[in-house]
């Protein structure tokens, strides 16, 4: 498997570079940022997944989360995955900003146009961690995973499906509860069918009840965030882990919206949560 | 005067604003970014004024620069000009990225199509702090400037011409001789005419010979930024410096670039700074 380097900067003493690769999972060209922290040079380091929300590609964290920092702080790698397949014979809902391109939900589509290229489960969960790994100075096998929104919602759901690949999970403003919104309906029924059972799969309220997690989580939500009541509703995401006996943090946070200046703010917390379970 | 907001994040507990205001000085409409830090709501906070590069508006520092976090450490209001006038009826230069728009220098231009609304130099001396300070919380009259590139430029050269204005300055990859650089020699001619002369007035290193500084100068550059030898030149800056005797402390940093990667990593490092000078 070929990663091609095609941009690189030196950033808090590590290196944010951008990979370009063939991937198999979507059968397209993909790209992955990845942030290698100044530790990563003599020692291992556990590698940290951040998945971006509706309509981004890496570059959104990349440059506006402040990420880097903290995990420059403890030794983190961070990696940053697109969100949805990419190129000309992708298929599109070019009018959606919703479905389609920069909105692939972290799951493996079943239904036609979308079964072909959208499998970003497989592509985060199995073919990320199998080829892109091997080629980071000393990543040690730890893993674990956050997001924003979208983003939020497959780093729940990657990490309940898949306890074994991954220590901890946090979330910005997830999409908790795709199956019960009106955007995570519109995606689900698109990508897995009109069958709600199927749904399940990749709803992390119905997850957390039916799966568990093995540790603790941290969710932020920012009150005063456009979609709080349509899109988000983390109260569903609360009592499922309430209910499911999962220790959940959710802080909401007076003022803030769903923008990255409420990401930045907070991700020092989050990467320092994330730091401290890795260390377990 | 008037300034609408049009736009305000919570960000680190504090607010990040976007204002627009008719200005006086460059006869046009003029959007400002302010950070106001939660100390601010309390208690009486300096003005930090960040100038920005070429191609930029207040949008890059404020997204990229992640000094918000530091301005809430020290409790600094931070504010982001636009780096020249804009609209339909100013002058530009649309095939040039370092003259018009975006590449306004941070100075009083004497020549045409220039010298009507390209009066920088007095939008970010003379009229922000009299216009907008008075309207921010708390903002108690100490100020100092900091920028990149461009705006590096600006900040060294609008310290040294009023410095009972600025207690501190710094600068991330400073355009420190325009007069002695292409790209400077150009914006200089076109907008202060052909005789070098008058160059001097705008030229830090000129100044610091002519006028010096009353207090010592943080430069950081990176040696991998592309600009190095051909339009930054800083060591003609540090020969100027120490033939006026002028404590500058010109830090050159291993593989860093031109870029917002640079400048975040360092920009912790330039906001203590200015928070140490600001407290004397």
Redesign the interface.
Known sequence: MTFETINR?????GW?TVYAHPSEATGCRMEVAVYTPPQAETQACPVVYYLSGLTCTWENAV??A?A??YAADHGLILVFPDTSPRGDAVADAPDRYDLGKGAGFYLDATQDPWAEHYRMDDYVVRELPAVLEPVLPTADGRRSILGHSMGGHGALVLAMRNPDLYQAVSAFAPIVAPSQVDWGRKALTAYLGDDPTAWAAYDASALVRSRGWKADILVDQ?E?DAFLTSGLRPELFEAACAEAGVPLTLRR?????H????I??FM?DHLRWHAERLRR
Do not use: L
Not at 9 to 13: A, E, L, S, V
Not at 253 to 257: E, K
Not at 259 to 262: G, M
């Open positions: 900067w030196r950033c808090f003493d944010q440059t506006k402040g880097q920092r920012g005063a946070h007076v003022g803030y919206d923008s990255y200046y409420f930045a703010s020092a």
